[in-house]
Antibody, heavy 122, light 113 residues
Framework: EVQLVESGGGLVHPGGSLRLSCAASGFSFNSHAMHWVRQALGKGLEYVSVISSGGDRRDYANSVKGRFTISRDNFKNMVYLQMGSLRAEDMAVYYC???????????????WGQGALVTVSS | QSALTQPASVSGSPRQSITISCTGTNSDVGGYNYVSWYQQHPGKAPKLIIYDVNKRPSGVSIRFSGSKSGTTASLMISGLQPDDEADYYCSSYSGDDTFGGCLFGTGTKVTVL
C-alpha cells in the first residue's frame, strides 16, 4: 500500500522559514517524480513544485520560485520542501503527491499524503 | 493561465446520475487527451479517480466515468451514493506557459440530496 506522510507544518511568522518532510513507502520511490500541491483554506488546488525521480531536475510555480526548494533522499525515501520568506498567501495545507509519470511528462497525481498545515501569521 | 472552469455546485438524489463539466481551451483540454479528475472529501486529501480522460485507477468504482468533447471534459457519476458527496477537481495538461503543464479546475461541490 502506498503511503505518503507529511510532517513539519506549523505556525511561522511572515518572512520566516519552515521545512516540510514527506515519508514515502509502499512503492519504488526512486522511479517516480514527486510533487507538492497546496490548498488554501476553502480554496482550490495549486501545483507548487516537482522533483524528478533521480532528484536532478526540479521546478517551481512562479508564486514560490526563489523562495522554496524541493529536494529528495532516495535512500531514505523522503521528499522535502524548504520554504523561506513566507508570506500570508503561502498559508495552506501542503500535500505531497506521487506522480504517475516522471518529470517532464504530463502530470497525474496518483497518491496523496494527508497534508501538512502551514500557518503564516504574526 | 486561468484555471479550468467547473460549475460551483452540482446536486442529485441517491441513485441518480450527475455530470460535472470542466471547460478549457484548445491549449489544454481541447488539445490533449490528458484530463484527470480528483475527488476530495471534507478535511481529506484529494484522490485520483480518472486520468487520461476516461481511465480509472485500480480500485475506483465503475460508477465514475470520464469523457471529453472539444474543449470540455466531463465526469459522470452514476448511481449517486451518499459517499459521493465531496469536492471534485479536474486537471489538464496545458501547452501554454503553465507551470508543469498542469492546470487545475475551479472545483465542484457535489451534494447528495
Amino acid at each position: 500500500e502506498v503511503q505518503l506522510v507529511e510532517s513539519g507544518g506549523g505556525l511561522v511568522h511572515p518572512g520566516g522559514s519552515l521545512r516540510l518532510s514527506c515519508a514515502a513507502s509502499g512503492f519504488s520511490f526512486n522511479s517516480h517524480a514527486m510533487h507538492w500541491v497546496r490548498q488554501a483554506l476553502g480554496k482550490g488546488l495549486e501545483y507548487v513544485s516537482v522533483i524528478s525521480s533521480g532528484g536532478d531536475r526540479r521546478d517551481y510555480a512562479n508564486s514560490v520560485k526563489g523562495r522554496f526548494t524541493i529536494s529528495r533522499d532516495n535512500f531514505k525515501n523522503m521528499v522535502y520542501l524548504q520554504m523561506g520568506s513566507l508570506r500570508a498567501e503561502d498559508m495552506a495545507v501542503y500535500y505531497c503527491a506521487r506522480g504517475r509519470y516522471d518529470y517532464g511528462d504530463y502530470v497525474v497525481f496518483d497518491d496523496w499524503g494527508q497534508g501538512a498545515l502551514v500557518t503564516v501569521s504574526s | 493561465q486561468s484555471a479550468l472552469t467547473q460549475p460551483a455546485s452540482v446536486s442529485g438524489s441517491p441513485r441518480q446520475s450527475i455530470t460535472i463539466s470542466c471547460t478549457g481551451t484548445n491549449s489544454d483540454v481541447g488539445g490533449y487527451n490528458y484530463v484527470s479528475w480528483y475527488q476530495q472529501h471534507p478535511g481529506k486529501a484529494p484522490k485520483l479517480i480518472i486520468y487520461d480522460v476516461n481511465k480509472r485507477p485500480s480500485g475506483v468504482s465503475i460508477r465514475f466515468s470520464g469523457s471529453k468533447s472539444g474543449t470540455t471534459a466531463s465526469l459522470m457519476i452514476s448511481g449517486l451514493q451518499p459517499d459521493d458527496e465531496a469536492d471534485y477537481y479536474c486537471s489538464s495538461y496545458s501547452g501554454d506557459d503553465t507551470f508543469g503543464g498542469c492546470l487545475f479546475g475551479t472545483g465542484t461541490k457535489v451534494t447528495v440530496l
